[in-house]
C-alpha cells in the first residue's frame, strides 16, 4: 500500500484498535507488526493482539473504574472490547477471555480489511514523515526500536521497567479431591478452582518463595518492577502476611468440605472456553523454571500439575509521558509521531486499547485539518490522558505506568457520603462521553439503563470466626446529577486481579 496514510507500529491491542478505527473512518493504514518473522520472548504466537501476561481485562461492573472504561469502549465501537465479549470465559463479575478465539478474531477482521495492509517485519527505527506514525509497540518494544525511540526522546534511563507473567496449569493436572468450585461473595457461576490452605501451609509457602532461586536480571539493568504487578516472591518479601491480604485473600471464600473460610486460597481462573487450562491469579514471578515446579506442586492440589506455561520477567518499555508527549499523545520533538498503549506510561489491556482508540481520533483530525479536541477528565477516557499528561498528580511526581483509577479523573466537587461517590462519577463520566460525541459527530451506543450495585465498605480486618460473611449490597439509583463529593485519591500497591 504505497499510498498509506498513516504508518502503525506494533500489532498488539492498541495497534490493532488504532488501525480498526482509521480504517473505519476512511483511512488507508500500513500495519507493521514483526510476527512471524521474529518474537519477542514473551511472545508464542503469530496473531495479532496477543496476551501475553494475563487472560483477564478485570472488572466489568461500571463502579470499578475499570469497569467504566469497558463500557466506553463499547460504546465507541472498540474492536478489542467486541473480540473480547465474544471470547468470554466464566470467570465472575470479571472479563476473562479465551485467548486463541480473541486473538484470531481480531487478526481475521484486521486481515479482512481492504483499507488496511499488514506488513511483516520488524521496524528498527521510527520512520521519517511527513504521514503521521504511530509507535504502538508496548511494553515488549524490540531493542532497535528502543535505540531508535531513545534517540528521539533523549530519556534512555526512563524506557523500561520489569514485568511479569504467571503459569498456566492444565485442568486435568489439578486435584478436585482438594481444589473446590466457587467465586468471591458467590458472584459468577462458581468460575474459579480455588486451593485451601492452612495457616502452616500458607506459612511454609511463604518461606518457600523467599528462599527460593531467582532470575537475576543483568548487571547493567537495575529491576525496576511496576507496582501493580509485581512477582508474587517480592510480595511475600515485604512481609509474612502480605500474600494473605493480597493475591491469596480468602475473603468471601468458604471450603465446602470444612463449612469455614480457610486461613488462604490460591485461586486457579480459567484460560480457555473448554476448560482445559487454568492461570493461577497474582502469581507473577521471576523465579527460575524448576524453582517454579518444585515449589508451586507443593501448594495443594498442585502436587502433579503439569505446567503449560511457566512465568518468567520480561523487560517493558514506557515513555515519561508528561515530559515528552503533547495533549495529543504525539511526540513534542516531532509532532508527526505518536504514541499508544502501554509504552505511553498505562498498565493494563484496556487501557492500551482505549489509548489506541484516541490516537486513531488525534491522527484522524490531524489528517482532515481540524484541531484535536480531547476527552473531557471526567471521562475514563479522559482519566487516562490526565494521567499520561501529568494533569492528575502535584508537581515533582515520579512518573510511573498506572491501571486506570478514580483518583486518575477530575476530581468531584462538594461533600458526599463514600458510598455514593462512585455511581454519581459513572454518571457524570456518561454524561460528559456523551457531550464530547456529540461535539465531534462520534456516533455512540446507548449507556446502559438501570441500578448501580455497589459493595457497602467492609469493616474490622481478618475476622476470626473462619467462615466469610457476604457482604451486603446497595443500591443506588442513577442520577445525572454532576453534583459530587469530594477527590477519591489514587491507591497506590499490589493490584488484586478481581474475581
Known amino acids: 500500500m504505497r499510498d498509506a496514510e498513516v504508518t502503525i507500529i506494533g500489532g498488539g491491542l492498541a495497534g490493532s484498535e488504532a488501525a480498526f478505527q482509521l480504517a473505519r473512518r476512511g483511512r488507508r493504514v500500513r500495519l507493521v507488526e514483526m510476527k512471524p518473522a521474529k518474537r519477542t520472548p514473551a511472545q508464542t504466537s503469530d496473531f495479532l493482539a496477543e496476551l501475553v501476561c494475563s487472560n483477564s481485562f478485570r472488572s466489568d461492573n461500571p463502579v470499578n473504574a475499570v469497569g467504566l472504561l469497558h463500557e466506553e469502549l463499547r460504546r465507541v465501537g472498540s474492536l478489542i472490547m467486541e473480540a473480547a465479549d465474544a471470547a468470554r470465559v466464566p470467570a465472575g463479575d470479571a472479563l476473562a477471555v479465551d485467548r486463541i478465539h480473541f486473538a484470531s478474531g481480531i487478526t481475521a477482521r484486521i486481515e479482512g480489511d481492504g483499507r488496511i495492509e499488514r506488513v511483516h517485519r520488524e521496524a528498527e527505527g521510527i520512520p521519517d514523515g511527513p504521514e503521521p506514525v504511530v509507535v504502538a509497540t508496548g511494553p515488549?518494544?524490540?531493542?532497535?526500536?528502543?535505540?531508535?525511540?531513545?534517540?528521539a526522546t533523549g530519556s534512555a534511563d526512563r524506557l523500561y521497567f520489569y514485568d511479569a507473567i504467571a503459569p498456566i496449569v492444565s485442568s486435568e493436572s489439578i486435584d478436585r479431591n482438594i481444589a473446590f468450585a466457587q467465586s468471591r461473595h458467590g458472584r459468577g457461576s462458581d468460575d474459579y478452582l480455588n486451593l485451601p490452605l492452612s495457616e502452616a501451609e500458607y506459612h511454609a509457602f511463604v518461606e518457600a518463595l523467599r528462599g527460593g532461586e531467582k532470575v537475576k536480571p543483568h548487571a547493567f539493568e537495575e529491576p525496576r518492577y511496576f507496582e501493580g504487578c509485581l512477582p508474587i516472591e517480592v510480595m511475600a518479601e515485604r512481609g509474612p502476611e502480605t500474600l494473605a491480604f493480597g493475591p491469596l485473600k480468602p475473603i468471601g471464600?468458604?471450603?465446602?468440605?470444612?463449612?469455614?473460610?480457610?486461613?488462604?486460597?490460591?485461586?486457579?481462573?480459567?484460560?480457555?472456553?473448554?476448560?482445559t487450562s487454568y492461570n493461577l491469579v497474582g502469581f507473577q514471578t521471576r523465579l527460575t523454571w524448576p524453582e517454579q515446579r518444585r515449589i508451586f506442586r507443593t501448594l495443594p492440589g498442585l502436587a502433579e500439575a503439569e505446567f503449560l506455561r511457566l512465568g518468567q520477567i520480561h523487560r517493558n518499555t514506557f515513555l515519561d509521558g508528561p515530559a515528552l508527549l503533547g495533549p495529543d499523545l504525539s511526540l513534542r520533538t516531532r509532532p508527526e509521531v505518536y504514541f499508544a498503549g502501554q509504552i505511553t506510561g498505562v498498565e493494563g489491556y484496556v487501557e492500551s486499547t482505549a489509548l489506541g482508540f484516541v490516537v486513531a481520533m488525534a491522527v484522524d483530525a490531524r489528517l482532515r485539518g481540524a484541531p484535536f479536541l480531547p476527552p473531557p477528565g471526567e471521562t475514563a477516557f479522559g482519566a487516562l490522558l490526565r494521567h499520561v499528561s501529568g494533569e492528575a498528580y502535584l508537581p515533582g511526581h515520579d512518573y510511573q505506568p498506572t491501571n486506570i483509577g478514580w483518583g486518575l479523573f477530575t476530581p468531584l466537587v462538594g461533600k458526599m457520603r463514600k458510598v455514593e461517590r462512585r455511581p454519581r462519577m459513572v454518571e457524570r463520566a456518561r454524561v460528559a462521553l456523551d457531550d464530547w460525541a456529540a461535539e465531534l459527530s462520534l456516533p455512540l451506543s446507548a449507556a446502559p439503563s438501570g441500578s448501580l450495585f455497589v459493595p457497602k465498605p467492609r469493616r474490622g480486618g481478618r475476622s476470626d470466626a473462619g467462615a466469610a460473611t457476604p457482604p451486603q449490597m446497595t443500591t443506588l439509583q442513577n442520577s445525572a446529577s454532576t453534583e459530587a463529593a469530594s477527590t477519591d485519591p489514587a491507591t497506590s500497591g499490589v493490584r488484586m486481579e478481581p474475581t
Open 253 to 275: 471464600l468458604m471450603d465446602p468440605r470444612t463449612g469455614h473460610r480457610p486461613y488462604a486460597v490460591v485461586q486457579l481462573r480459567r484460560e480457555d472456553v473448554a476448560g
Open 140 to 151: 515488549l518494544t524490540s531493542d532497535a526500536l528502543a535505540r531508535s525511540i531513545a534517540e
